[in-house]
């Protein structure tokens, strides 16, 4: 059966200090809940994700990079590569995420090389997707997410699939406090898991988890999750709140 996942991605927030702080705290909140079903993860920047990794440890708090580079190693300044990430211990990265998409010209041809070359280096992924305004005003928000899917994705085959998180989150709902509706969300969470189901089978599709992303916040957590074909959420500006964050785990 798929998991529950709620993840918090850190962005360019947090300096050494303030991780080891978010990362106690929230420890601290979930130690006490009953997290059986529901996997936490946060994704701080890459200076402190090995500080972020030990002060986890024995915790229920998975650690993420919210990013890595396609190359297994060379000359490429300022860029981290997936061995350094498992150096460190870290086991999952965001891939795709639409301010890489936006600001540092990640296209779904490059993406589609990041996701394999996590996969060679045994990361499971949470990768990113989601229409911008003007795809939905025009009614193309189901094409623009299949081919998002279908390009960077549908060259795997279903083992390989099955280690990736899809992370649906509209552009148009990520930091601007507008969300999609409970209903916006499930209706395209249906969609991608019938494009899933038509390309790899039933089997492979319920079992991969999808996750909404967009102004997710603890007042409208629990609507949003208890959509059936919502997973969880990938949550900016809440995570960077203990409290705000373990609302939202706890809308589960
Ligand atoms: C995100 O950046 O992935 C995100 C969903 O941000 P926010 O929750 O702030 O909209």
Not at 63 to 78: C, E, I, K
Request: with cysteine.
């Amino acid at each position: 059966m798929r998991k529950n996942i709620v993840a918090g991605n850190w962005k360019m927030n947090n300096d050494l200090k303030a991780t080891r702080k978010l990362v106690k705290q929230i420890r601290k909140s979930i130690k006490k809940s009953n997290l059986n079903t529901t996997r936490v993860i946060v994704a701080p920047t890459f200076v402190n994700l090995a500080t972020a990794v030990k002060r986890s440890k024995k915790s229920k708090v998975e650690v993420a990079a919210q990013n890595m580079h396609q190359a297994n190693s060379g000359a490429f300044t300022g860029e981290i590569s997936a061995e350094m990430l498992k150096s460190v211990g870290v086991k999952t990265v965001i891939l795709g995420h639409s301010e890489r998409r936006a600001y540092f010209n990640e296209t779904d041809a490059l993406l589609a090389e990041k996701v394999n070359t996590a996969l060679a280096h045994k990361l499971e992924i949470i990768f990113c997707f989601g229409e911008e305004l003007a795809d939905r005003k025009s009614g193309n928000e189901e094409a623009v997410v299949g081919s998002q899917i279908k390009n960077a994705l549908f060259h795997l085959g279903s083992d390989a699939f099955k280690k990736v998180i899809l992370a649906y989150e509209p552009v148009w709902a990520i930091g601007t406090g507008e969300t999609a509706s409970p209903e916006q969300a499930q209706d395209m969470h249906a969609f991608i898991r019938k494009t899933l189901a038509d390309k790899y089978g039933n089997e492979v599709a319920d079992s991969v988890s999808i996750l909404y992303g967009g102004s997710v916040k603890p007042g409208n957590a629990k609507e949003i999750f208890s959509k059936p074909d919502v997973d969880g959420g990938l949550i900016g500006g809440a995570a960077l709140n203990a409290k705000d964050f373990y609302a939202i785990i706890s809308a589960f």
